[in-house]
């Protein structure tokens, strides 16, 4: 399969085939992103790496898996140093990025901006989340975590837990789940449910999720546990933040229910949603999952530049 010159700006760009081939290529990629083989393949390129909302995980491993095959990266991280203060459009700030370097990474406040960004760069754009929209290299790198850890998708039940209204994540890995045959319920309040478009398109592609807002009632039969933050930032109303901050929190007293090899699974960054006493516990599993952040992009950025490691 042909990934050369691809912009990756939803999940939906990929067929079953392509997500199952991003992840066997991540999946060679493991012993270099521990840093146990090395491997300049990237050498010579340059990764320019846009982020116009806070990161701490997706900026650095994007940054750290270039690093390591040997590209390097040029950056921005606030509109505020770019010419975009002065007017410039975000269609003309990508066309410069687009002619010093050879792949682009954007995050966004705004739906969409990736699709556009896309549409004015010959280069590869890949999405590194676009507001409340999606982020499909996070639903890679979660897929490949529930594959590490539980060895299949398909049939797994998984819960996705918190902010599902707000929380980009969580579309993108509803509908890329679906395709690989995984059972969906989401658990929110009602006022953070899935929303309606996810909802659509998870039963267009032929899953029928669970909807519901108790989490106790279901946790003995999950086997994949992923827990969101509710997205304070993306709130039009605070108060209606507050009406729903602390609805959630997975304590050690929830987790006496679970199956013994249930994993927990997180985006990160937490806030109060998983009790640090589940940090020591076998079933978690978010700080892997942010490991694995690297070899997914380290998989990704070989292949939209159409190199071999
Ligand atoms: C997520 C994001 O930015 O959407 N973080 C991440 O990329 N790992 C989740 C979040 O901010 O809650």
Do not use: C, W
Not at 105 to 119: I, S
Not at 170 to 193: D, I, M, R, W, Y
Not at 224 to 252: C, M, N
């Amino acid at each position: 399969m042909n990934f050369k010159d691809m912009d990756v700006v939803s999940i939906r760009d990929f067929s079953r085939e392509q997500i199952e081939e991003i992840l066997e290529r991540s999946r060679q990629m493991l012993p270099y992103a521990r840093g146990e083989k090395i491997s300049k393949a990237l050498e010579g390129k340059i990764l320019g790496n846009l982020f116009f909302e806070p990161s701490t995980r997706t900026r650095l491993s994007f940054e750290s898996a270039a690093n390591r095959l040997g590209a390097r990266v040029i950056d921005v991280s606030q509109t505020s140093e770019t010419s975009m203060v002065k007017g410039e459009t975000l269609a003309d700030t990508i066309r410069m990025v687009e002619a010093y370097s050879d792949v682009i990474v954007l995050r966004h406040p705004h739906e969409g901006a990736a699709r556009l960004a896309a549409r004015f760069s010959n280069k590869p754009v890949i999405n590194a989340g676009d507001g409340a929209g999606s982020h499909p290299t996070q639903t890679l790198l979660d897929l490949f975590t529930i594959e590490e850890e539980l060895g299949n998708i398909e049939g797994m039940n998984v819960t996705l837990l918190g902010d599902l209204k707000y929380g980009r994540t969580a579309h993108s890995l509803a509908e890329a789940l679906t395709v690989l045959g995984a059972k969906l319920t989401f658990v929110a309040p009602e006022t953070l449910q899935m929303p309606k478009e996810t909802v659509d398109r998870v039963k267009q592609l032929g899953g029928s999720p669970l909807i519901t807002s108790d989490i106790e009632g279901i946790i003995s039969s999950v086997d994949v546990l992923y827990v969101t933050r509710i997205q304070r930032e993306r709130f039009p109303d605070p108060a209606e933040y507050q009406k729903v901050a602390g609805t959630y929190r997975v304590d050690r007293e929830m987790l006496r229910e679970a199956k013994k090899d249930m994993i927990v699974m997180h985006p990160l960054p937490r806030i109060d949603e998983i009790a640090p006493e589940v940090d020591s516990t076998p079933h978690a599993k978010y700080f892997k999952q942010a490991f694995n952040g690297i070899p997914v992009r380290m998989a990704l950025l070989t292949l939209v530049l159409g190199v071999e490691v």
